[in-house]
């Protein structure tokens, strides 16, 4: 079974437009990380946060996370044709976790 | 720095053929993953390996195994391909398990007819 999932599976917007995508999980985790796939490609790394932190920026991206809720989200401000893409949410499963669990992801495409 | 490399980049097999997907990173990292993505869906992990002379199953690991070579390389076999297993193939790489970033390579896509 999924640890994390995305929501909306799809989004579209105009450029410009900010873009916001969640995620939610069903077990502790010592981090949460989001990633890119342009189409046909691996993944890409985007944000690490750890579950002792609340809020990240990297650029035009923000990512929060709420413990209790077992809940993230990864906002893209000022949307890009570029940022057209599919992103995935993974979770590890708290202590000593080897491995990450990955969601089915959101498929974003922004429209010039 | 090639990153992680994946070799080949496109495979089609026959049913009941055998072959076995090569991975290695340059990055001295010592996890090292196997995944599949099948269309419009997630990673699923097939196997892993979290240091050099370890491997342990993933989600999906039957028809499946692999070998970690040294710590650079982590190859993955499928002894008789199955139709089902026509996927993409994913190598990744972390310095170690979870608590760190993961890096991808360019994917292999197989197809079994």
């Known amino acids: 079974s999924q640890q994390g999932e995305e929501d909306p599976q799809a989004l579209s917007i105009q450029e410009g437009e900010n873009a916001t995508m969640n995620c939610s999980y069903k077990t502790s985790i010592n981090n949460l990380q989001w990633y890119r796939q342009n189409s046909g490609r691996g993944l890409v790394h985007l944000i690490l946060?750890?579950?002792?932190?609340r809020e990240k920026h990297s650029g035009r991206l923000r990512v929060t996370l709420d413990t209790s809720k077992k809940s993230s989200s990864l906002l893209i401000t000022a949307s890009r044709a570029a940022d057209t893409a599919s992103y995935f949410c993974?979770?590890?499963?708290?202590?000593?976790?080897?491995?990450?669990?990955f969601g089915q992801g959101t498929r974003l495409t922004i429209n010039p | 720095n090639a990153g992680v490399t994946q070799t080949p980049k496109f495979q089609v097999l026959k049913t009941g053929q055998s072959m076995t997907l090569q991975c290695a990173q340059d990055?001295?990292?010592?996890?090292m993953y196997w995944y599949r993505q099948d269309p419009g869906m997630g990673l699923r992990l097939i196997y892993y390996s979290a240091s050099e002379g370890t491997t342990d199953k993933g989600e999906v690991p039957n028809g499946y195994n692999v070998s970690r070579l040294n710590k650079r390389e982590f190859s993955l076999r499928l002894e008789s391909a199955a139709p089902s297993q026509t996927s993409v193939y994913f190598c990744a790489s972390s310095i170690q398990g979870a608590v760190d970033t993961q890096y991808f390579g360019p994917g292999t896509r197989l197809t079994v007819l």
């Open positions: 990055m001295n990292h010592n996890s």
């Open positions: 946060i750890r579950s002792n932190e």
């Open positions: 993974a979770t590890d499963a708290g202590q000593g976790a080897q491995k990450l669990v």
